[in-house]
């Protein structure tokens, strides 16, 4: 099995990115995103996902976090589909439930080159920290789709929007650890190719 790691920069008029992604890691993250609870949740995604993850991203928080939040899902979603390659050997489908407290989340990953995302989590506050509560979905959206996998996340039940959030990050990190995990052999596709 090839290393499968993958470095992307990403530079526009309202962020910069870089980003370092280990698929077969230990949980290290090294994370500077200037938003402070999107670097619990990332924090939490990596951990639960196995992953190795440094991101150093700069944007214009003087307006919001909305750009610095999106292009970190983007540059991670490409990181993820570049380290995959073409997803041979690995088990493809992932799923979890990740309770915190009174909150429980549900993720089902789907590595099949095919990007959408359901997302049907109520009960998120406006703001998380610095972090919009709608940031949790766009983040998930632009990490979904530029990873080309399909994603079911749904909230089971839960009222406190900090524990609701990490309940999500933590069963979506469960389940890419699962669907990512190498097993050998070819594409798990009755055609022969995912996408």
């Known amino acids: 099995m090839q290393t499968r790691e993958a470095s992307i920069t990403r530079e526009t ?10 698929v077969d890691g230990s ?3 090294d994370l500077s995103t200037g938003v402070g609870f999107f670097d619990h949740m990332l ?7 196995g992953w190795d993850l440094s991101v150093a991203a700069t944007g214009d928080l003087h307006i919001d976090a909305h750009h610095t939040i999106e292009d970190v899902g983007i540059t991670l979603g490409q990181a993820l589909r570049q380290a995959l390659g073409d997803r041979a050997g690995i088990v493809r489908y992932g799923y979890a ?5 009174e909150a429980l989340a549900r993720a089902v990953v789907d590595c099949s080159g095919r990007p959408y995302l359901v997302f049907d989590v109520p ?12 940031m949790v979905e766009h983040f998930c959206h632009s990490f979904i789709t530029n990873a080309a996998l399909t994603a079911h996340i749904d909230l089971m039940r839960g009222r406190n929007g900090h524990h609701i959030a990490e309940a999500v ?3 979506l990190g469960i389940a890419l650890k699962q669907a990512t995990s190498y097993v050998g052999g070819g594409i798990s596709s009755t055609k022969g190719t995912l996408a």
């Open 13 to 22: 008029r309202e962020t910069q990115v870089k980003l370092t992604l280990k």
């Open 43 to 49: 924090s939490a995604l990596t951990l639960r996902a």
């Open 169 to 171: 990050f933590k069963a």
């Open 97 to 101: 439930y990740a309770p915190l407290d």
């Open 123 to 134: 009960n998120l506050p406006p703001m998380l920290g610095l972090m919009p509560g709608d």
């Open 27 to 29: 949980g290290l993250a």
